[in-house]
């Protein structure tokens, strides 16, 4: 069960969220979700982004259905340690977290371990379907991990990966439908398959 407000009000350490699934799943709508709800209820709240990320915007965070808010971006995942206000920021906000460097997951161990509630939001698998970047740390050091799906455009099923249209082997391909599309297994196996063939 994912709860906001932790039990024990007299443990000063925070912990960390994280929201995961495929591509077009709301994965980002569901991080500004409760970004937004902390904002209401007057916490202090840091946001961040990779650099890498400039699809809709330069230093927004923005879901695909255009919910946006206001964000900082970095290069590399130390960069947030120099950034947060750790006396007054209460929240950190972390998105695309697969496109970060390892440290990733040191420095939301850090954040939570000085009392901040860290949400992060990433693809929990690459174009490949094999567990992407540092986002399998980040589950298992997480105290919640919320895992949303997208809809299979070929069977209508729930969708677990993002297949990739085009023959880019890079593993670091951002785009959008025109690139990517939502597949549940069977239709992800079955288009791997193609494609050995090929």
Known sequence: MFLEIPVNLHDNLGWIEVITGSMFSGKTEELIRRLKRAQIARQKVQIFKPAVDNRYDQSKVVSHDANSIPSTVVRRAREILDLVDMDQTRVIGIDEAQFFDDDIVDVCNTLADNGKRVIVAGLDMDYRGKPFGPMPYLMAVAEYVTKVHAICVETGNLAHYSYRKTDDEDLIVV??????????????????????VR
């Open 175 to 196: 785009g959008e439908k025109d690139v990517y599309v939502p597949l549940s297994r069977a239709a992800f196996v079955r288009r791997m398959k193609k494609q050995k």
